[in-house]
């Protein structure tokens, strides 16, 4: 039963809305400062290459030119010139060699961007090829080129992976999970499907590319950008810089689209090193086809088998994954385990076997994305679950639940037991799109998903409720459009009984808000939401601390009420209890803290559900594929705020139908071929499916506030397996392979047009 | 290389600036603090840096700002009257129509044209029009319920 | 950001020759600039100076007589899309236009330019030479029209001549009973095939052959040979298919990120039934 609530749970409206629709809300790259000089960078041309030589002569000499920076100035000056969040291996600019086409070798510093621009033209790097490997199949081979020969420092992880064990040539990370005898139930098994999928690698497109404001304040660091994750970016400045943490300032304004692809450092360090070297403040914005070059999501290729008995009852699943994780670490130890975890799905299944391999290769980094892993591995996991299905003769939905795990129930030994019902979930999903469905020419396709989220559950926040009984969060999550504001903004009006007009939020500036882990893993809502629980309720403890003394009043007497306390039959507001207990002004101070412990002992803190279906027709001439119907379910718990979670189901949703049918980054030699938003194809307009329906599932089962858990990421989750589901139940063939492009679609309308000629022969 | 004076009217003011022949119109807008207009992919395709130019919708990223002499320009910081939204504005927050609000900006300038050349547009008017237009937050159908609600709201006001 | 630059604004034709004349190769002419300014932005072409033509009146303007239009060469796609002659005369023209690109390309962008681009995956073109139409150059030695077909003599590459400019796009309008149509697949930004045909049908039958052009998938627009369907049954599946398999061996289609070779030959033999299919819809 829902309890009643004054401010969480309804759609209030976006805190950002007024600043956002009139052109008001400043991002990064609107930010300047007095006197600031801009950077341009020069990237590598080469895939792979010792590099030579770098002639800054020209450079240096072009018109408004103050600095040619390059990666030995940073050696030269004792810097850390490597960041990386797991392992130190990123250089900040190419040292000695470049990895990837792309990969930044210099940053000229000019007075204006064009002055930079044209000077960055004229620096002359000289290069000695080395052999590329651009395939991660090709990059496990014995004779492949390897990448890095001496490992960079492991500076730190959650302990999600096996570290260091057993990485050989180019493997940069590998997490095993398993349990049961996979060969023996391999042997007894009445059906096994077995398979080769492929998930493509992904550019985000967060519209706001990435871009950097930094300088030095009496040896203070200042950077402000498009971090999402402001204090990971802190710690890799601290380091490069040798500074305290205390004394690297780190800010996030509004930030232009995140989904992942704006985790951990990207421009900051090159921008601050600018800063550094020059003594100016610096500017750097990078054009989307360098933000292109920065980030990217991992491909993934999939090897799986699954059995199952005659009545659809898993046996075992067994998956070999092999994703192209670029030329540096990055983030990948958490992604690569990430898409171990999240492959198999939340079925209960006897014997398991995954092991996934990340590795090197001479392409852009990959990093976080929108799923992290879970849209890789489903492709295979999800949609051998319709395999089967075809194969066995029974319905894929009752094949799900026959399988999938209920309420409460552990699916990976130790970790968290499932806080979700799934089953019902998956029957909301599948009346919603009146599955089977009966159009002619139609098909639906359908999955489920549970995602360890919410990432390591650090987080804080503080509240300070003011003489006038307004207040002000702080929070470290920064806002990149999911609405953190506006949630936590409800949870503290909520938890202090205050009017939600009168909360203010500071957030994602580390040199002024409290420290949070990360904005990311679908985690604010349900951990940061927690925290600033705690802080409210310590901000409560403060006033009625502060009552006893300034009324005199026994402990025991006073009650909390919405907006203050009440003693002895009177109310008194937090600002009259404030006031008396200064005499004039004042504030109180309340601070909330979460860690992994209590509701959050247990790994994951939370499951993110993903439940999403759709329903496609296909130009048979053609292979287009055409969404006539989009369905999520929100299982969220508790929908603190109904409207935006539908924006982040109908958000991950559409992003997932990119990849689905169109999005895909395809080299050609050691090269991206379309680093650029004219060939690399977002969702558009013209992409909407016929009708979209967002359901809700609240069963105040969550770990955060109220009964909530994230959103966000889940939704996308299953749209590729789901594509892919129903266009293989419509031509009769099972794409393996996304994006589903028109040519891909033709040509297995092609396939099964054999097969079947081939039958009737 | 060539450099000119040009009569700017950008949102009902105007002003007198000395440009260089390559800047370009966001180039312009920007230097005068609107900064609303965003830039991002950089190649027409987006529609982030949408502004109305003698009435039409132009990728201000690639048109030259000499383009702007002695015609009106419209930027989204020139939809507002005073403290009060536009009915796009309104029925953006109302619908939910955005999320990181980078494209949002352009969005309601592109919507706007479209509203002063079709007051009654239909669904398929809106996505047709505003498929230059690209959101990677919203999944774009509260967009396009915003741009209806606005455009019956327009409609009904006096 | 773009490279620096200067502009030049004429204001007549014999302005604009003589500033062509003038600077050579180190200019190129400026109208909508969605193509050039991208070029330039994106480094591929760098141009010293631009020839800014759209302050010469005659060429923003759109005319007819009885049996042509004539589009000036700094009409926009925009223009073109709400211009009551070209919706009146040719329908088929003003909806081309209307599914150019975005709308704010249409908006600055101009036909003239489209086709001075050369720019091989382009809707424009096709249905241009489908319908006959000539573009109309002016240069030192005075003023020529070459058809479009003549015109686009290779990727990126057309007759245009040093000195000369182009002032208009005449395009003769057909006969009443003529139906024009096109139909295009697209995914990208722009076309990945388009075909434009134009065709008599009555009482089910091709009167005389129809005109079949197949654009964007090649490194210029094709016209297919269909002499043979003169006067064929234009609702049976034969003949759309013959027409089709006409098409297929007509291109050479070039290889790109929207498909194989194979796959889109295979479009154009789709397209070309759909858009011969729209002829025969059209007049029934």
Redesign the interface.
Known sequence: MKQAHRVVGTPARRADGVAKVTGAARYAVDLSVPGMAYAAVVRSTRAHAKITGIDRTAAAASPGVIRVLIGDDLLAAGLTPYYGHVVLDHPVLAIERVRFHGEPVAVVVAETKREAAEAAELVDVSYEDLPAVIDADEALKPDAPVLHERRGERVGDEGMDEGEKGLVGNVCAIARVGWGNIDEALARAHLVVEGEYRYPMLYGYAMEPYNALAFFDQGDLVVFSTAQHVYMVRRDLARMFHLPLARVRVSAPYVGGGYGTKSYTKVEGMTAAAAFFTGRAVKLDLSVEEAMLTTRSASAHIRARSAFTKDGMLLARDFQIVMNNGAYTDNTPLVNSKTANRCFGPYRIPALRVIARSVFTNTVPSSSLRGFGAPQGNIAGELQMDEAAAKLGLDPVELRLRNLVGPGEEFMPGKRPLDADLKDDLRCLASALEWPGTRIGRSIGLGVSASDAGAYPTSTAAVRIHSDTSVTLFTGSTELGQGSRTVLAQIVAEELGVPLESVGVVNGDTGVVTYERTTGASRTTTITGRAVQEACRDARRRVRELAVQAFDLPTSEIEDTAGGIRARGRGFSYGEVIEKWFGAGGEVLGHGAVRRAEGFAKMPPFYEIGCTGLELSVDRETGQVHVTKLTTVGDVGFAINPALVHGQDAGAAMMGLGAALHEELIYEGGQLVNPNVVDYRVPRFSDIPDEMVHLLAERLDGSGPFGAKGAGEGAGNTVGSATASAIGRLLGIFPRELPATPERVWRLIREAERVRTRKTE | ??SREIHLRVNGGERRVVI???T?LI?LVRSLG???????????????C?VLLDG????SC???A?EADDKPVV???G??DGAK?HP??EA???R?A????????GM?V?AK??LDAYPEPDVAT???????????????????EAVLDAAEQMRGAP | MLRRFDVHRVTSIAEAVDARQRFGEDAAIYAGGTELLLAMKMGVARWPHLIDVKAIPALGRITATNDALRIGATATHWDIERNALVGGALPALARLEANVANVRVRAAGTLAGNLAFGEPHADPPSMLIALGARVVLEGKSGTRSVAVHEFITGMYQTALAGDEIIVAIDIPLPAKDVRVAYVKFQILERPSVGVAALGTVRDGRFVGAPTVVVGAVDEVARAVPTAQFAGADARDARTLDAIAEAARAAVEPTADLAGSVEFKRHLVGVFTQRVCATLAAQAS
């Open positions: 290389m060539g260089e022949d390559q370009l180039e609107l900064v609303g207009t965003k830039l991002s992919c950089d190649s027409q395709v987006c529609g982030a949408t039409r919708p132009v990728s690639t048109t030259l000499i930027t989204i910081e939809l507002a939204l796009l504005q953006f927050i109302e939910f955005f999320q990181c609000g980078y494209c949002t900006p309601i592109s044209a479209l809106v996505r047709h029009w505003m498929d230059g237009n690209i959101c990677r937050c919203t999944g774009y159908q509260t967009i396009v």
